[in-house]
T-cell receptor
Framework: KAGVTQTPRYLIKTRGQQVTLSCSPI?????VSWYQQTPGQGLQFLFE???????NKGNFPGRFSGRQFSNSRSEMNVSTLELGDSALYLC?????????????FGPGTRLTVL | DAKTTQPNSMESNEEEPVHLPCNHS???????IHWYRQLPSQGPEYVIH???SNVNNRMASLAIAEDRKSSTLILHRATLRDAAVYYC???????????FGTGTRLQVFP
Protein backbone atom coordinates (compact mmCIF):
# COMPACT_ATOMS: atom_id res chain seq x y z
CA LYS A 1 0.00 0.00 0.00
CA ALA A 2 1.14 3.53 -0.67
CA GLY A 3 1.90 5.57 2.41
CA VAL A 4 0.45 8.88 3.49
CA THR A 5 1.26 11.61 1.03
CA GLN A 6 1.25 15.34 1.64
CA THR A 7 1.44 18.15 -0.85
CA PRO A 8 3.19 20.43 -1.24
CA ARG A 9 6.31 19.43 0.66
CA TYR A 10 7.56 23.00 0.99
CA LEU A 11 5.75 26.29 0.92
CA ILE A 12 6.74 29.91 1.40
CA LYS A 13 4.08 32.50 2.11
CA THR A 14 3.94 36.04 3.45
CA ARG A 15 2.07 37.36 6.45
CA GLY A 16 -1.62 37.85 5.84
CA GLN A 17 -1.89 35.29 3.09
CA GLN A 18 -3.76 32.04 3.37
CA VAL A 19 -2.58 28.53 2.60
CA THR A 20 -4.14 25.14 1.89
CA LEU A 21 -2.30 21.90 2.57
CA SER A 22 -3.38 18.52 1.27
CA CYS A 23 -3.14 15.03 2.70
CA SER A 24 -3.94 11.70 1.05
CA PRO A 25 -4.30 8.92 3.64
CA ILE A 26 -3.51 5.26 3.20
CA UNK A 27 -6.22 3.54 1.21
CA UNK A 28 -9.00 2.34 3.50
CA UNK A 29 -8.07 4.60 6.39
CA UNK A 30 -10.95 6.75 7.58
CA UNK A 31 -9.32 8.81 10.32
CA VAL A 32 -7.04 11.70 9.39
CA SER A 33 -5.31 13.87 11.97
CA TRP A 34 -3.25 17.01 11.56
CA TYR A 35 -0.35 18.12 13.73
CA GLN A 36 1.90 21.16 13.94
CA GLN A 37 5.56 20.73 14.84
CA THR A 38 7.79 23.64 15.84
CA PRO A 39 11.15 23.76 17.64
CA GLY A 40 9.63 25.76 20.49
CA GLN A 41 6.32 23.99 21.06
CA GLY A 42 7.14 20.52 19.78
CA LEU A 43 4.31 18.43 18.38
CA GLN A 44 0.79 19.77 18.85
CA PHE A 45 -2.51 18.30 17.74
CA LEU A 46 -4.63 20.43 15.42
CA PHE A 47 -7.70 18.34 14.55
CA GLU A 48 -8.95 14.94 13.52
CA UNK A 49 -11.46 14.06 10.84
CA UNK A 50 -13.43 10.87 10.46
CA UNK A 51 -15.95 10.17 7.72
CA UNK A 52 -15.96 13.84 6.65
CA UNK A 53 -16.70 15.08 10.18
CA UNK A 54 -14.36 16.83 12.57
CA UNK A 55 -14.14 14.47 15.50
CA ASN A 56 -11.63 16.29 17.69
CA LYS A 57 -9.97 19.66 17.81
CA GLY A 58 -6.86 20.97 19.56
CA ASN A 59 -6.28 24.42 21.04
CA PHE A 60 -5.65 26.44 17.92
CA PRO A 61 -7.36 29.63 16.78
CA GLY A 62 -10.15 29.60 14.24
CA ARG A 63 -7.70 30.62 11.52
CA PHE A 64 -6.84 26.95 11.35
CA SER A 65 -9.52 24.87 9.69
CA GLY A 66 -9.81 21.64 7.83
CA ARG A 67 -12.09 19.33 5.97
CA GLN A 68 -12.26 15.77 4.77
CA PHE A 69 -13.69 14.52 1.52
CA SER A 70 -15.68 11.39 0.84
CA ASN A 71 -12.53 9.58 -0.34
CA SER A 72 -10.92 10.41 3.05
CA ARG A 73 -8.49 12.89 1.55
CA SER A 74 -8.13 15.89 3.80
CA GLU A 75 -7.12 19.51 3.52
CA MET A 76 -6.19 22.04 6.14
CA ASN A 77 -6.36 25.75 5.66
CA VAL A 78 -4.67 28.54 7.54
CA SER A 79 -5.97 32.03 6.91
CA THR A 80 -4.29 35.35 7.70
CA LEU A 81 -0.90 33.79 8.18
CA GLU A 82 1.34 34.94 11.01
CA LEU A 83 5.08 34.52 11.42
CA GLY A 84 4.44 32.03 14.21
CA ASP A 85 2.62 29.72 11.83
CA SER A 86 5.96 28.71 10.33
CA ALA A 87 6.17 25.02 11.11
CA LEU A 88 6.18 21.48 9.84
CA TYR A 89 2.57 20.37 9.35
CA LEU A 90 2.10 16.64 9.63
CA CYS A 91 -0.81 14.55 8.57
CA UNK A 92 -1.46 11.07 9.93
CA UNK A 93 -4.03 8.45 9.03
CA UNK A 94 -5.35 5.42 10.87
CA UNK A 95 -7.95 2.80 10.00
CA UNK A 96 -10.54 3.92 12.52
CA UNK A 97 -9.24 5.91 15.46
CA UNK A 98 -5.90 7.15 16.71
CA UNK A 99 -6.42 5.93 20.27
CA UNK A 100 -6.29 2.18 19.72
CA UNK A 101 -4.93 2.09 16.17
CA UNK A 102 -1.52 2.86 14.76
CA UNK A 103 -1.14 6.26 13.13
CA UNK A 104 0.81 6.47 9.89
CA PHE A 105 2.41 9.83 9.32
CA GLY A 106 3.22 11.57 6.09
CA PRO A 107 6.52 13.38 5.50
CA GLY A 108 4.97 16.74 6.31
CA THR A 109 4.65 20.11 4.64
CA ARG A 110 7.18 22.68 5.75
CA LEU A 111 5.54 26.10 5.78
CA THR A 112 7.64 29.23 6.04
CA VAL A 113 5.89 32.52 6.64
CA LEU A 114 7.89 35.64 5.81
CA ASP B 1 -1.72 20.68 34.15
CA ALA B 2 -1.16 17.28 32.62
CA LYS B 3 2.46 16.62 31.75
CA THR B 4 4.32 13.86 29.99
CA THR B 5 8.03 14.23 30.61
CA GLN B 6 11.00 12.58 28.97
CA PRO B 7 14.77 13.11 29.22
CA ASN B 8 16.08 15.40 26.50
CA SER B 9 18.71 12.97 25.28
CA MET B 10 20.21 9.55 25.81
CA GLU B 11 23.15 7.68 24.38
CA SER B 12 23.78 4.04 23.66
CA ASN B 13 26.30 1.82 21.95
CA GLU B 14 25.31 -0.46 19.11
CA GLU B 15 23.86 -3.83 20.12
CA GLU B 16 23.27 -2.71 23.70
CA PRO B 17 19.78 -2.51 25.21
CA VAL B 18 18.24 0.95 25.61
CA HIS B 19 15.60 1.91 28.16
CA LEU B 20 13.76 5.14 27.33
CA PRO B 21 11.65 6.42 30.22
CA CYS B 22 8.47 8.48 30.20
CA ASN B 23 6.67 9.94 33.19
CA HIS B 24 2.92 10.65 33.04
CA SER B 25 1.98 12.71 36.06
CA UNK B 26 -1.84 12.58 35.78
CA UNK B 27 -2.54 9.58 33.64
CA UNK B 28 -6.05 8.14 33.88
CA UNK B 29 -7.15 4.55 33.61
CA UNK B 30 -8.33 4.99 30.05
CA UNK B 31 -5.23 6.72 28.66
CA UNK B 32 -3.38 4.67 26.09
CA ILE B 33 0.39 5.07 25.96
CA HIS B 34 1.89 5.29 22.50
CA TRP B 35 5.51 5.59 21.41
CA TYR B 36 6.57 7.03 18.09
CA ARG B 37 9.99 7.92 16.77
CA GLN B 38 11.05 10.52 14.26
CA LEU B 39 14.11 10.38 12.07
CA PRO B 40 15.51 13.59 10.58
CA SER B 41 13.37 15.07 7.81
CA GLN B 42 10.69 12.41 8.21
CA GLY B 43 7.29 12.15 9.85
CA PRO B 44 6.98 10.17 13.09
CA GLU B 45 6.93 6.40 12.85
CA TYR B 46 4.88 4.11 15.11
CA VAL B 47 6.85 1.99 17.54
CA ILE B 48 4.45 0.46 20.05
CA HIS B 49 1.43 1.17 22.25
CA UNK B 50 -0.37 -0.28 25.24
CA UNK B 51 -2.90 0.36 28.00
CA UNK B 52 -2.10 -1.54 31.16
CA SER B 53 0.07 -4.56 30.61
CA ASN B 54 3.48 -4.88 29.04
CA VAL B 55 3.58 -5.18 25.27
CA ASN B 56 6.06 -6.66 22.84
CA ASN B 57 6.43 -6.39 19.09
CA ARG B 58 9.19 -6.89 16.56
CA MET B 59 10.57 -3.42 17.14
CA ALA B 60 10.51 -3.00 20.89
CA SER B 61 8.93 -3.74 24.25
CA LEU B 62 6.80 -1.44 26.35
CA ALA B 63 6.88 -1.76 30.12
CA ILE B 64 4.09 0.06 31.96
CA ALA B 65 4.37 0.66 35.69
CA GLU B 66 1.69 -0.82 37.90
CA ASP B 67 0.39 2.66 38.84
CA ARG B 68 0.67 3.63 35.17
CA LYS B 69 2.44 6.87 36.04
CA SER B 70 5.47 5.87 34.03
CA SER B 71 6.38 3.71 31.09
CA THR B 72 9.62 2.53 29.54
CA LEU B 73 10.32 1.80 25.90
CA ILE B 74 12.91 -0.94 25.58
CA LEU B 75 15.00 -1.43 22.46
CA HIS B 76 16.63 -4.78 23.02
CA ARG B 77 19.64 -4.29 20.75
CA ALA B 78 20.19 -0.76 19.50
CA THR B 79 21.32 -0.27 15.93
CA LEU B 80 22.52 2.86 14.18
CA ARG B 81 19.13 3.05 12.46
CA ASP B 82 17.48 3.48 15.88
CA ALA B 83 19.01 6.94 16.26
CA ALA B 84 15.97 9.21 16.34
CA VAL B 85 13.79 11.36 18.58
CA TYR B 86 11.41 9.15 20.56
CA TYR B 87 8.05 10.56 21.64
CA CYS B 88 5.84 9.20 24.39
CA UNK B 89 2.18 10.12 23.82
CA UNK B 90 -0.88 9.76 26.03
CA UNK B 91 -4.25 9.46 24.31
CA UNK B 92 -7.47 9.29 26.28
CA UNK B 93 -9.92 6.61 25.18
CA UNK B 94 -12.80 8.63 26.65
CA UNK B 95 -12.01 12.16 25.52
CA UNK B 96 -9.51 11.46 22.74
CA UNK B 97 -7.34 14.18 24.30
CA UNK B 98 -3.75 13.72 23.24
CA UNK B 99 -0.66 14.83 25.17
CA PHE B 100 2.80 14.66 23.61
CA GLY B 101 5.95 14.14 25.57
CA THR B 102 8.86 16.45 24.86
CA GLY B 103 10.82 13.72 23.13
CA THR B 104 14.15 12.02 23.81
CA ARG B 105 16.91 12.26 21.24
CA LEU B 106 18.66 8.89 21.15
CA GLN B 107 22.21 8.73 19.85
CA VAL B 108 23.66 5.33 18.98
CA PHE B 109 27.40 4.91 18.68
CA PRO B 110 29.14 2.17 16.68
Amino acid sequence: KAGVTQTPRYLIKTRGQQVTLSCSPISGHRSVSWYQQTPGQGLQFLFEYFSETQRNKGNFPGRFSGRQFSNSRSEMNVSTLELGDSALYLCASSPFDRVTDTQYFGPGTRLTVL
Amino acid sequence: DAKTTQPNSMESNEEEPVHLPCNHSTISGTDYIHWYRQLPSQGPEYVIHGLTSNVNNRMASLAIAEDRKSSTLILHRATLRDAAVYYCIRISYNTDKLIFGTGTRLQVFP
